[in-house]
């Protein structure tokens, strides 16, 4: 069993950066994907971007890309979202994510993971 716990999120003003954390305790395989969603009140589940445990193969949702960067440190066993540049259409509740690669699949289909954390709130708001 996988735990998940998210942190850092806080209030920002428009333009801001932050850096959301995400401890990571359990077995991840090595065709693992870990990722961050978010989700804003009375929108969908939305992927922001993801990590191939193995590879280091990052993929990030369009509206993000340039703006945002996974990254993880296998040693802390800590997976970060920077997020830089960040706009009030960034504000959501922001859920780290982890699931074994299913051939077919999408990284950004909340369908293909498994494990979740409880989220942390980002808000960008001048």
């Known amino acids: 069993q996988v735990l998940l716990v998210e942190s850092g999120g806080d209030s920002v003003q428009p333009g801001g950066s932050l850096r959301l954390s995400c401890a990571v305790s359990g077995y991840i395989g090595s065709n693992y994907f870990m990722a961050w969603f978010r989700q804003a009140p009375g929108k969908e589940r939305e992927g922001v971007g993801a990590?191939?445990?193995?590879?280091?193969?990052?993929l990030y949702a369009d509206s993000v890309k340039d703006r945002f960067t996974i990254s993880r440190d296998k040693d802390k066993n800590t997976l970060y979202l920077d997020m830089n540049g960040l706009k009030p259409e960034d504000t959501a509740m922001y859920y780290c994510?982890?699931?074994?690669?299913?051939?077919?699949?999408?990284?950004?289909?909340?369908?293909?993971?498994?494990?979740w954390g409880q989220g942390t709130q980002v808000t960008v708001s001048s």
């Open positions: 990590v191939h445990v193995t590879t280091g193969g990052t």
């Open positions: 994510a982890a699931g074994s690669y299913r051939r077919g699949a999408s990284w950004a289909s909340p369908d293909m993971y498994t494990s």
